[in-house]
């Protein structure tokens, strides 16, 4: 019965994606499944052992004290922006060319987000730009390791220290990925990680923060619980009273126990996870430099790429939006990743403008992301790479 069924679940996923390669697809097997199952069995499907043990084992993995499981990479950014506790109205520093959520987290918070300026090869914040935008209002730099390459994390600390600002990771690309030989997870006072679908493990929704900081962490348990000094467990029993304080203004971003089940068995597969991604970026790697008018990724030595994007750069006299439209049609889905933040009329409103974002504009204007997850075939990519070959024709002249 249940094989009948993965069967059936295996063939649907597969002709969905023959006719629409999606940019990001998550890989879920019967053992995740089961586990998940004997979760929703037990007693505890919130708040229970399956969370602490996927923390334990995240942390593990990345090499930090603690790690801090949520219910999304946003929340995880929020709690860790919010433990810092940076007064209102500081400015915070960092990249426009992210997703909405490194940014809107700051404004939760009542900080101003300050955008510098990207390295236009590898699309990260440049710590020369960093510099140009400290005034006495900054207190905090926030980097994003884009596509899962890690910024020039070395100059960006040595700015911090000099400066006395505290430093927060968006590595929601990051997972895996390796600066100067150490995995990313304890380079900044707090690192965030998203699990939604696309990334490289998944809980369907959730996210987490690592820390070496055992202040922050305890802060952030609070935080993502109402602000409450007292956990579930401390709660719960003959013994236990009743009485907790809430000490900040906390949220529920509580993850559920099933989600975490299924973590810990996505984090298990982690190593295979990232050798499958490392394969489709060697087979592009090999394939689109054939192709005139376009730029394959550049990855900087000191670093482990966790490819959690793979784009490619059209050259100025090739239309991206209309290479776009082609490759779609072609039932191709690529993505242009990111619209720089301050793009967006909510941003606009508060007064951001572009200026000084050059590269961010040109980067923009050129970008393309091609599917990469770990579950293209063969087939894909070549059907893939010739859809570019094709497209890119089409787009000159
Ligand atoms: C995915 C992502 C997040 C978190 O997103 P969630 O969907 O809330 O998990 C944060 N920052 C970046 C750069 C991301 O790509």
């Known amino acids: 019965m249940a094989e009948a069924r993965a069967a059936c679940r295996n063939v649907e996923i597969a002709l969905v994606l023959m006719q629409f390669i999606p940019y990001g697809h998550q890989s879920i097997d019967e053992e995740d499944i089961k586990a998940v199952v004997e979760v929703l069995k037990g007693d505890w499907i919130t708040t229970g052992p399956n969370v602490e043990e996927f923390e334990k084992e995240l942390a ?24 810092l506790g940076l007064g209102p109205g500081s400015e915070v520093i960092t990249t426009p060319f992210t997703f909405v959520a490194s940014s809107n987290c700051l404004l939760y918070n009542n900080l101003k987000p300050v955008f510098a300026d990207i390295d236009p090869k590898t699309f990260n914040i440049d710590p020369e730009k960093i510099k140009e935008k400290i005034t006495p209002k900054t207190k905090a730099i926030l980097y994003v390791d884009y596509a899962g390459q890690p910024c020039r994390i070395d100059e960006i600390k040595e700015i911090a220290a000099e400066h006395d600002l505290s ?25 965030e990680f998203s699990f939604h679908p696309v990334k490289h493990i998944t809980t369907g929704e959730g996210g987490a923060v690592t820390t070496d900081n055992e202040e922050l962490a305890e802060k952030m348990r609070m935080l993502r619980n109402h602000g409450m000094d007292k956990s579930v467990k401390d709660r719960f029993g003959k013994d236990a009273g009743y009485v907790y304080d809430i000490r900040m203004l906390g949220r529920n971003y509580r993850i559920t126990d099933f989600q975490c089940a299924l973590g810990l068995k996505q984090l298990e597969k982690i190593g295979g996870f990232l050798k499958k991604r490392e394969a489709v970026v060697e087979a592009y790697n090999e394939r689109l430099p054939n192709i005139e008018g376009i730029t394959i990724p550049y990855v900087k030595e000191d670093v482990k790429h966790s490819w959690h994007l793979y784009n490619i750069l059209l050259d100025k006299n090739l ?12 039932g191709i889905g690529v993505n242009v990743l990111y619209i720089p933040i301050h793009k967006f009329s909510l941003y606009a409103k508060l007064g951001y403008d572009g200026e ?17 997850h770990q579950e293209l075939s063969k087939e894909d990519l070549d059907r893939i790479c010739s859809a570019v070959e094709e497209c890119i024709g089409e787009c000159k002249g």
């Open 60 to 83: 593990n993995y990345v090499g930090a004290e603690h790690a801090i499981a949520v219910n999304s990479g946003t929340s995880a950014l929020d709690i860790a922006v919010g433990c």
């Open 167 to 191: 430093l927060i990771e968006d590595a929601a690309h990051a997972l895996g990925a390796e600066y100067k030989g150490k995995r990313v997870g304890s380079f900044a006072d707090v690192t």
């Open 319 to 330: 239309n991206r939006d209309k290479f776009f439209k082609l490759m779609r049609t072609k």
């Open 356 to 372: 000084g974002l050059q590269n961010t504009s040109d980067i923009y204007s050129r970008i393309i992301n091609l599917p990469l």
